[in-house]
């Protein structure tokens, strides 16, 4: 394993049996969307969260999650028009160090873009978690990415607004949110024009009823409303695409 294109690939094939093999040959060959995690999410005694699944409104499927900050960057890939598939640790990368010592790093998140194409990602809860070997793994990995055309990058922690908007919108990403046929229909002719969350709800018919489906059509970005800035009943929605000017930037 040489420092250029000396890059392997480990991970577990459809059945579970453990495969190494050159990665740049993986990358062009595997759907590592579609894998298990190679190795399990450390569970760290003491602390509030551990592993857990996601369940990916992309996909359909569940998501391996290590953390809480993991948590919050799937919530944000899995809103991605450009993401297709998601997976939690599915590759272990090996190279060797300049002494010729084998290492390797087990990114945290990875997705699939819609040109085939990937984005490896680590979802550290501070800029210096990880320490020095952290900092090490990134630096081989990106090299290992970019000699694919594929790209690495630590998802910094969001604003707390912004992840607090985010986790409520997710609540509603099930497809049983859109509510009964017409409903979602209703919801996304009130917004024509920005308006009130809750002027429109109240115009498309019930809030109770119809608040669901407005969220559920936020979070797949039917509709759009600002989310630097709490979500609350009197925040402007409008159709998709639209900016709320008052803003520094509408957000989907």
């Given at each position: 394993m040489?420092?250029?294109?000396?890059?392997?690939?480990?991970?577990?094939?459809?059945?579970?049996?453990?495969?190494?093999?050159r990665?740049?040959?993986?990358?062009?060959?595997?759907a590592?969307?579609d894998?298990?995690?190679?190795?399990a999410f450390?569970?760290?005694p003491?602390?509030?969260w551990?592993?857990?699944l996601?369940w990916s409104?992309?996909t359909?499927?569940?998501?391996?999650?290590?953390?809480?900050a993991?948590?919050i960057?799937?919530?944000v890939?899995?809103?991605?028009?450009?993401v297709?598939?998601?997976?939690?640790r599915?590759?272990?990368?090996?190279?060797?160090?300049?002494?010729?010592q084998v290492?390797?790093w087990?990114?945290?998140l990875?997705?699939?873009?819609?040109?085939?194409t990937a984005?490896?990602?680590?979802?550290?809860?501070?800029?210096?978690?990880?320490?020095?070997?952290?900092?090490?793994?990134a630096?081989?990995?990106?090299?290992?990415?970019a000699?694919?055309?594929?790209?690495y990058r630590?998802?910094?922690?969001l604003d707390?607004?912004?992840?607090?908007?985010?986790?409520?919108?997710?609540?509603?990403?099930?497809?049983?949110?859109?509510?009964?046929?017409?409903?979602t229909?209703?919801?996304?002719?009130?917004?024509?024009?920005p308006?009130?969350?809750i002027?429109g709800?109240?115009a498309a018919?019930d809030?109770?009823?119809?608040?669901?489906?407005?969220?559920?059509?936020?979070?797949?970005?039917?509709?759009?409303?600002g989310?630097?800035?709490?979500?609350?009943?009197?925040?402007?929605?409008?159709?998709?695409?639209?900016?709320?000017p008052?803003?520094?930037?509408?957000a989907?």
């Open positions: 040489g420092r250029l294109g000396g890059f392997e690939a480990v991970f577990l094939d459809p059945v579970g049996q453990t495969v190494q093999q990665w740049a040959d993986a990358a062009m060959t595997v590592f969307e894998l298990p995690p190679v190795s450390p569970v760290v003491g602390r509030r551990g592993p857990s996601w409104a992309t359909g499927r569940h998501v391996a999650a290590g953390s809480n993991m948590r960057q799937l919530m890939l899995d809103r991605d028009p450009d297709t598939g998601l997976a939690g599915p590759v272990r990368l090996l190279w060797r160090d300049p002494r010729g290492r390797s087990v990114p945290q990875f997705a699939r873009r819609t040109d085939g984005l490896l990602a680590d979802c550290p809860g501070h800029p210096a978690a990880g320490g020095e070997r952290a900092r090490k793994g630096e081989a990995v990106a090299q290992a990415c000699d694919i055309g594929w790209a630590r998802l910094l922690p707390d607004v912004l992840a607090a908007n985010l986790k409520w919108l997710a609540g509603y990403r099930h497809p049983r949110n859109a509510g009964r046929p017409g409903l229909e209703a919801a996304l002719a009130a917004f024509t024009r308006r009130s969350l002027e709800a109240e018919g809030p109770i009823e119809v608040l669901p489906a407005v969220f559920h059509a936020l979070w797949h970005g039917r509709l759009t409303t989310l630097d800035t709490p979500l609350h009943e009197r925040v402007l929605v409008g159709p998709q695409g639209w900016s709320d008052s803003k520094k930037g509408g989907r």
